[in-house]
């Protein structure tokens, strides 16, 4: 749709996986536990350009003008800025927060930092072959697709249940006349932005 | 076909697809005891040594034993059409799946070899011409389960491996096992006989299908009653032995009986019937017919305890004319079809008779001899001595013989006798009869297919004799199928490179078959019984106590130690204990009839009751015996008497069970297995005790336990690859790899124990349960895949969202700009002074135009000057061409009148012409006339010259 924009914001964080390389040591240790994330362990460490870039994207998803963005918001901007949190991850930074708090409490920038960190120290591990992998189970007639019915229910029934509105938005324009998703080529579009 | 299509196929939605199983693999879901439902599920709570916390459906916790619970399989194994492949092989997982399939109106499923059929209790359309089309020569596993499968499968057997084929169905009454004969019979009447080229049309099959289907009908009507559970309840098993050629028709068939229970025709409980044949004929003999056979009115009959019980959506009136249709069809004549119904109304007939004890005295007498009048009047023979025979028989005591008075219980005892054996002697002949009827073609059988409908393992509150007999035939039954089992998973083993010592199961039972059949060292019950019965002092107790001393050590033998009674002992048969009364078995093992009566009948003016009796006078040795007597007692006792041979009930039918053991060990059994749902005839409900019940009297967990000792869960190779390749996706490298070598690389990076697996040659084998463990696996590491999928989903979207946004921005920008740049514009002297000049700009251009379209104007004028003059000339011809019109019209008008004057001078003329030529017609009519008369007149003259002449 519009790739040079989307070259240029996804970009930093990937700059940014090397640059943490230092990091992890101390952050690692946290997602073993279930219980919240201690955030004071973990050293923000990004470069200046990123930090003008996430400063001006956080700056985006400010509706009210204080300079802060609510909690529920927060996995929407890491996810903006290249990251892909699961929402039990996002919740354990957050504190494991009430629904109520979710809606209500705002975080500044600088409170937002060590969570992105945290994020980036402890990436997403599952590759295209994982999920090809994985959507390979529904292919029933064994020809590399899947019933876009049956990946819809399969989204919106296992795991982190997703809605209609995002499974239309993430569907749009993979289903072919019957019905069915090349699931290889899905996966590829979706890893794509 | 749709319709059709849910009864046979499972839907195959996706809650198969692995949507249902997150809920089974993190609930950790299993089963525990039940008071209502046998088993319900429940999830593990907790674990703490050997018991367990679980929470119900409910909500409630609860902590049982750790031996209680039963695992449950994964959903993918949800009503599974074949239980052995189920991976946790347990009784919860069996009734289970048999339940949900019940539910879902699928009422066949296998399980290892047996065919398992709940009774639907309804119609379903699964049994019609299509149908049957769609099973034929179908393998079983192409096709969903079903009896025609079954039958289709023993067929092609038979015929491709040349090996006689049986079908063995059993279970409790009213577990359907004669409807399911039936549809095989009707199958293979239809695929059979379709060789001939006559396909398609039901109406078409022969004349021996036709038999061999109307011999079910009369079959039913005599030997079948309506029970407490069963409305069509068969009172004998049956084995019906169909014979075909080398091609595969039906060449012939042959019925045997086994037990009929004649004590139906004399008593029953409140809401059951007698045989159905004493309705029909009541209700449907009419006028001249209910005459002769003397009969009386429903009330009349004691032997009919409860009169005229209806059977539900039946019409006795109707199905007599139904019956009696069936026998021609089978070819009874009318004299023999009378002589049939005559000996059952004298059966009825006999209940009638009473008798008193006369006072002070010990004999009894029969004040009133109306009824026994008719029963003599029936058969044909004289009352007076029927009568002597009954009250005061001769005995043969020392070679001399001896009237002996009888009491009032001996005489009554003497005629429920009779009425017994005069009807089973009528079910024999009946079905030597149809036999007869069946076997008359000549060509010779290649092969045959069997089918065993016999009642399955039972277990009463008060188990007699019969039972001793039936659950006996169930043990070598059992031993039969668990021998089968053992072959085919030997030869399974073999076939697949798998080095695995299998144990003979069948072996298992012989201690308990032992027990009831070895004829000495020590002798069996039955055996045993016989003994008994030699001694004329012997009683029920004293046999039972014989019994006691010689097995007590019998693993299989036991007394019942709370019973007071003493005739009660107890077997341990492979289905469960069972405590035996042996009151009045003495009785039971012998023919109570006296030969008195039978001498009579035998004897009688009627030539039909002389023969169904005939057999009495003959010198029964043992070959004839096992042949006619297959399961019954008339005919031993009267070759005692003569021959001083001594065969009893019980060895009559150890031989006929032991002849039809050595038929079936001859051929490939096929098991199908009937269960009961509930004791209410109700469709849709499962009586989850009633079932598991059955389910371990028939063997099927039996044949399970057997199963769990091996590795019963086969996976083909690729199967095993495609499902859970997601386990070990690393293991094997990409690119082209044979299913064998995969699936080893998989299990070796499963880092399973090799106890737990054989790898054959074209599959995998497992132990019970570790495909439960696999699938757990699987479902987690999905699990995890789809969380991590979606985690990337949602950030696809929202990066979307955000470059969205983010263009939206820049967009929002671009305006502002434009914007700013116009309103300092706006006010720029440069740009004000060339926005007043701009529209000046346009004077001068306008001459221009002005010249321009004036040039215009000309060219358009030259063009229609010319135009008009062109107009003008054409006008001018014009008119000048309308003129020489005129003048050729005047023209033309003269020669019209010229031409109408010569006309009319035509026509003046051409009256004249007419006139003229019928005055020329006169004139001519007038010449011919006158020469006419010149004629005559020459005549006349030349006349007159000759008279001239002549004078």
New interface residues.
């Given amino acids: 749709m519009a790739p040079k924009k989307d070259a240029k914001k996804p970009e930093p964080p990937k700059k940014a996986e090397p640059a943490p390389a230092p990091a992890p040591a101390p952050a690692p240790e946290a997602p073993p536990k279930p219980a919240a994330v201690d955030l004071s362990g973990v050293k923000v460490d990004f470069n200046q350009d990123q930090l003008e870039d996430y400063r001006e994207a956080f700056g985006l998803f400010d509706r009210v003008g204080d300079s802060k963005v609510a909690y529920n918001q927060i996995a929407d901007i890491m996810r903006a800025l290249g990251q892909n949190p699961t929402n039990k991850e996002v919740t354990k930074i957050l504190g494991n927060p009430t629904a109520d708090e979710m809606a209500n409490k705002r975080v500044d920038f600088e409170g937002f930092l060590p969570m992105l960190q945290f994020v980036v120290n402890s990436p997403n591990k599952a590759t295209y072959d994982d999920y090809v992998e994985g959507l390979r189970v529904f292919d029933k007639e064994g020809n590399g697709t899947v019933m876009g019915a049956e990946l819809r229910i399969v989204l919106s029934t296992l795991g982190e249940k997703m809605n209609e509105t995002e499974i239309d938005a993430l569907m749009q324009g993979q289903e072919d006349e019957n019905g069915c998703v090349n699931y290889e080529a899905f996966v590829k579009h979706i890893m794509s932005v | 076909m749709s319709v059709v299509n849910e009864f046979l196929f499972l839907d195959n939605d ?1 809650k198969n ?3 249902a199983q ?1 809920d089974w693999s993190t609930k950790k879901m299993v089963w525990i005891p039940s008071e209502r439902e046998g088993f319900q599920s429940a999830s593990i709570k907790e674990e703490t040594g050997n018991e367990v916390v679980v929470e119900l459906d409910n909500g409630k916790k609860v902590t049982v034993s750790k031996d209680e619970i039963q695992k449950m399989n994964p959903p993918k194994y949800n009503k599974v059409e074949d239980m052995a492949a189920l991976t946790c092989l347990n009784e919860a997982s069996v009734l289970h799946n048999i339940r949900e399939r019940y539910f879902s109106g699928l009422i066949y499923t296998y399980s290892g070899l047996f065919c398992v059929v709940v009774n639907p209790y309804k119609l379903l359309p699964i049994y019609s011409e299509k149908i049957t089309e769609m099973y034929k020569g179908k393998k079983r596993h192409e096709v969903p389960p079903h009896i025609y499968a079954v039958t289709d499968n023993a067929y092609r057997n038979m015929l491709q491996e040349r090996e006689d084929q049986s079908i063995l169905c059993t279970g409790e009454s009213g577990a359907g096992k004669t409807e399911n004969t039936k549809k095989v019979i009707q199958y293979l009447a239809v695929v059979a006989s379709s060789h001939k080229g006559k396909r398609h049309h039901y109406s078409l099959t022969g004349e021996l299908e036709k038999q061999l289907l109307q011999a079910n009908p009369i079959l039913e009507a005599f030997g079948n009653a309506k029970t407490i559970k069963n409305d069509n309840s068969s009172r004998f098993g049956k084995f019906i032995q169909i014979n075909f050629d080398n091609t595969g028709y039906i060449v012939g068939a042959n019925i045997e009986t086994y037990l009929l229970e004649t004590s139906w025709c004399i008593r029953q409980a409140k809401i059951e019937r007698s045989f159905h044949i004493f309705y029909y004929m009541v209700t449907g003999a009419k006028d001249k017919m209910r005459d002769e056979l003397l009969l009386e009115d429903f009330s009349n009959y004691r032997f009919l305890v409860a009169g005229h019980v209806q059977v539900q959506n039946q019409q006795d009136d109707e199905m007599f004319e139904e019956t009696l249709e069936a026998m021609e069809v089978l070819g009874f004549n009318e004299e023999e079809r009378i002589g049939m119904l005559k000996v059952c109304s004298t059966v009825l007939q006999l209940g009638n008779i009473e008798f008193k004890a006369e006072k002070n005295q010990e004999q009894a007498s029969m004040p009133d001899n109306t009824a026994a009048q008719k029963v003599c009047h029936l058969q044909g023979i004289n009352v007076t001595d029927f009568t002597k025979a009954i009250l005061t028989p001769r005995f043969k005591v020392g070679g001399e013989l001896v009237q002996k008075a009888q009491t009032k219980e001996q005489a009554d005892f003497a005629i429920e006798a009779l009425a017994k054996a005069m009807y089973d002697r009528l079910f024999r002949w009946i079905l030597a009869c149809v036999n007869k009827a069946l076997d008359k073609t000549k060509r010779q059988g290649a092969s045959f297919l069997g089918i065993l409908d016999i009642a399955g393992f039972e277990i009463f509150e008060d188990n007699s004799f019969e039972q001793l007999c039936i659950n006996y035939t169930n043990e070598k039954l059992q031993q039969l199928f668990n021998h089968t089992m053992f072959i085919l998973e030997q030869e399974e083993y073999k076939k697949e490179g798998i080095e695995w010592n299998f144990i003979d199961f069948g072996l298992d039972l012989q201690p308990c078959i032992e027990l009831i059949e070895r004829p000495n060292n020590p002798p069996g019950i039955l055996a045993l019984l016989d003994e008994e019965c030699w001694f004329p002092k012997a009683t029920d107790v004293s046999f039972v106590e014989k019994l006691t001393n010689t097995h007590s050590s019998h693993c299989k033998f036991s007394k019942p130690k709370n019973l007071k009674e003493k005739a009660f002992f107890t077997v341990q048969h492979y289905a469960g204990k069972v405590d035996y009364n042996a009151t009045s078995w003495l009785t039971k093992n012998m023919d109570p009839l006296n030969d008195n009566v039978t001498a009579l009948l035998s004897n009688s003016s009627s030539a039909f009751v002389q023969d169904i009796w005939k057999d009495v006078d003959r010198v029964v040795g043992l070959e004839t015996m096992a042949k006619m007597a297959k399961s019954d007692s008339a005919a031993p006792t009267a070759s005692k008497s003569k021959k001083g041979m001594f065969r009893t009930v019980g060895q009559l039918y150890k031989e006929s069970l032991g002849k039809l053991m050595t038929t079936l060990h001859n051929t490939q059994p096929n098991f199908v297995r009937c269960i009961i749902p509930n004791h209410e005839k109700r469709a849709g409900k499962i009586d989850a005790h009633l079932v598991l019940e059955q389910l371990r009297c028939n063997g099927v967990l039996e044949g399970i336990r057997i199963c769990r000792q091996g590795f019963p869960n086969r996976i083909v190779f690729h199967e095993f690859r ?2 859970y ?2 386990l070990a ?1 690393r293991a094997i490298p990409k690119g082209f790899m044979d299913g064998k070598q995969a699936s080893t690389l998989m299990i070796k990076h499963l880092d399973s124990d090799p106890n737990l697996y054989r790898i054959g040659l074209s599959k995998i084998f497992f132990r019970t349960g570790v495909l439960a463990q696999l699938e757990e696996e699987r479902d987690l590491k ?2 995890d ?23 939206q ?2 967009a929002m920008k671009v305006i502002q700009k434009n914007c700013a740049v116009y309103l300092t514009l706006k006010n720029w002297q440069w740009w004000r002074l060339f926005t007043k000049v701009k529209p000046l700009l346009q004077v001068t251009r306008q001459d221009e135009e002005m010249n321009q379209k004036e040039e215009e104007l000309h060219k358009a004028k030259e063009i229609a000057q010319k135009s008009e003059a062109e107009l003008k000339e054409i006008t001018q011809k014009h008119n000048q061409v309308v003129e020489e019109r005129n003048q050729l019209q005047a023209k033309l008008q003269e020669e019209a009148e010229l031409y109408a004057e010569s006309e009319e001078v035509r026509i003046r003329l051409e009256a004249k012409k007419q006139e003229l030529e019928e005055v020329l017609h006169e004139i001519e009519a007038r010449l011919e006339e006158e020469e006419e008369r010149s004629q005559v007149f020459q005549q006349e003259k030349a006349n007159l010259q000759q008279q001239l002449k002549v004078e």
């Fill in positions: 996706f697809s692995g949507v997150a495609q499902r390749e997601i996706a999905l699990t895949i789809i969380i991590a999928f979606q985690a990337q989903a949602r950030g696809f979207l929202s990066r979307k969202a955000f470059s969205k946004k983010q263009k921005l820049t």
